[in-house]
């Protein structure tokens, strides 16, 4: 590895696992997460420079700072504010007004990334795809490559990339989940300690009980406990809300309590999802990494029995909005202690 020039970062290794291929539906979930950021300084100095041409262009977009300080961590961060549901920045039917008025180089880095995403670790930075877009199931194999002045315009970037350590038992799921035929009964069985994989343990009304609890997450959440910043991808206004209700709809009219392994069609993007999950490490999102593959395979069952009920034909279109709506909603901490506070599914 070459060394930096004086008074700069070292250089990173990159790493991938496949190439990162991305083609944007405009389905503006990305715009309406929980809290948009945190936003660096250089995030915070773009914005400010491009804020007289977006007032220009949109005069009536903006009534308030487009920003709001609160604690992230043990530390106070900046975040794009949110209105209805979206960013301040979000604009029916056009998307972002800052890209749309001095162009994506302005954007926060979060949001230009998006569903990209840069971790350091140790000498190297990692580079790839979080399986939290709605059309990530759509687009893994055979997207459009990302662009390489894309890449050249990030990369330089990466030295401010959050920083993930590897996380108890890592290497060993990742050995699991190389594996061409795994299935979530054998990560089940792996997760239990279980003897025999062949006969996973069951848990159905596990998954059944916490599917009620996040329900009712929901519901205290789109009651108005939550400010505006706050309330993300649950706001009645969005993608995630339409999906995450026409899911509760159906399951909540089903009379079958039973939660069956994934469909074969859907298995190939789940054991890619999960390969993600660990290298990017966004487990770190998650009580644990148990947990963390427990809210994966709990969103593929539930998705797949939703996407099971035209008979034999699997839309998998539909499996891969529903399954990244799950795991955007429960990359909230709240929603998360809907289906962790009765403890795992085997004791």
């Given at each position: 590895?070459?060394?930096?020039?004086?008074?700069?970062?070292?250089?990173?290794?990159?790493r991938?696992?496949?190439t990162?291929?991305?083609?944007?539906?405009?389905?503006?979930?990305?715009?309406?997460?929980?809290?948009?950021?945190?936003?660096?300084?250089?995030?915070?100095?773009?914005?400010?420079?491009?804020?007289?041409?977006?007032?220009?262009?949109?005069?009536?977009?903006?009534?308030?700072?487009?920003?709001?300080?609160?604690?992230?961590g043990?530390?106070?961060?900046?975040?794009?504010?949110?209105?209805?549901?979206?960013?301040?920045?979000?604009?029916?039917?056009?998307?972002?007004?800052?890209?749309?008025?001095?162009?994506?180089?302005?954007?926060?880095?979060?949001c230009?990334?998006?569903?990209?995403?840069?971790?350091?670790?140790?000498?190297?930075?990692?580079?790839?795809?979080?399986?939290?877009?709605?059309?990530?199931?759509?687009?893994?194999?055979?997207?459009?490559?990302?662009?390489?002045?894309?890449?050249?315009?990030?990369?330089?970037?990466?030295?401010?990339?959050?920083?993930?350590?590897?996380q108890?038992?890592?290497?060993?799921?990742?050995?699991?989940?190389?594996?061409?035929?795994?299935?979530?009964?054998?990560l089940?069985?792996?997760?239990?300690?279980?003897?025999?994989?062949?006969?996973?343990?069951?848990?159905?009304?596990?998954?059944?009980?916490?599917?009620l609890?996040?329900?009712?997450?929901?519901?205290?959440?789109?009651?108005?406990?939550?400010?505006?910043?706050?309330?993300?991808?649950?706001?009645?206004?969005?993608?995630?809300?339409?999906?995450?209700?026409?899911?509760?709809?159906?399951?909540?009219?089903r009379?079958?309590?039973?939660w069956?392994?994934?469909?074969?069609?859907?298995?190939?993007?789940?054991?890619?999802?999960?390969?993600?999950?660990?290298?990017?490490?966004?487990?770190?999102?998650?009580?644990?990494?148990?947990?963390?593959?427990?809210?994966?395979?709990?969103?593929?069952?539930?998705?797949s029995?939703?996407?099971?009920?035209?008979?034999?034909f699997?839309?998998?279109?539909?499996?891969?909005?529903?399954?990244?709506?799950?795991?955007?909603?429960?990359?909230?901490?709240?929603?998360?202690?809907?289906?962790?506070?009765?403890?795992?599914?085997?004791?």
């Amino acid at each position: 590895m070459a060394a930096a020039p004086s008074g700069q970062e070292p250089a990173l290794r990159l790493r991938v696992l496949a190439t990162p291929r991305h083609d944007c539906g405009g389905c503006s979930s990305c715009c309406s997460s929980y809290r948009i950021g945190p936003l660096s300084e250089a995030d915070r100095s773009r914005l400010a420079q491009a804020l007289p041409r977006l007032h220009e262009a949109y005069p009536d977009q903006l009534n308030a700072a487009p920003t709001y300080s609160a604690l992230h961590g043990e530390q106070q961060a900046h975040f794009l504010r949110k209105s209805e549901g979206f960013c301040v920045l979000y604009r029916q039917g056009l998307g972002c007004t800052l890209h749309a008025s001095a162009g994506a180089e302005h954007k926060p880095l979060v949001c230009q990334l998006f569903p990209l995403q840069l971790i350091r670790d140790q000498e190297q930075i990692r580079l790839g795809n979080r399986p939290t877009c709605l059309r990530d199931a759509m687009v893994w194999e055979k997207g459009s490559p990302l662009a390489g002045e894309f890449l050249e315009r990030v990369l330089p970037l990466s030295p401010r990339a959050p920083s993930r350590p590897e996380q108890r038992a890592e290497a060993s799921v990742v050995a699991l989940l190389r594996l061409p035929d795994l299935d979530t009964g054998t990560l089940l069985s792996f997760l239990a300690e279980h003897p025999t994989p062949h006969n996973p343990p069951s848990i159905d009304s596990w998954l059944q009980a916490r599917l009620l609890d996040l329900f009712q997450a929901a519901d205290s959440v789109t009651g108005g406990e939550f400010d505006a910043n706050n309330q993300g991808p649950l706001h009645p206004n969005t993608r995630t809300s339409d999906e995450f209700s026409d899911f509760r709809d159906w399951a909540e009219a089903r009379s079958d309590r039973d939660w069956p392994e994934v469909h074969q069609t859907a298995l190939t993007y789940l054991r890619d999802a999960l390969q993600r999950l660990v290298f990017l490490r966004q487990t770190s999102l998650y009580p644990g990494l148990e947990w963390a593959l427990l809210a994966y395979i709990s969103a593929a069952r539930w998705a797949s029995a939703y996407c099971r009920q035209d008979g034999d034909f699997f839309d998998m279109a539909r499996f891969g909005r529903l399954f990244a709506t799950l795991l955007i909603i429960l990359e909230s901490p709240r929603m998360q202690r809907a289906l962790v506070h009765q403890g795992p599914p085997f004791a």
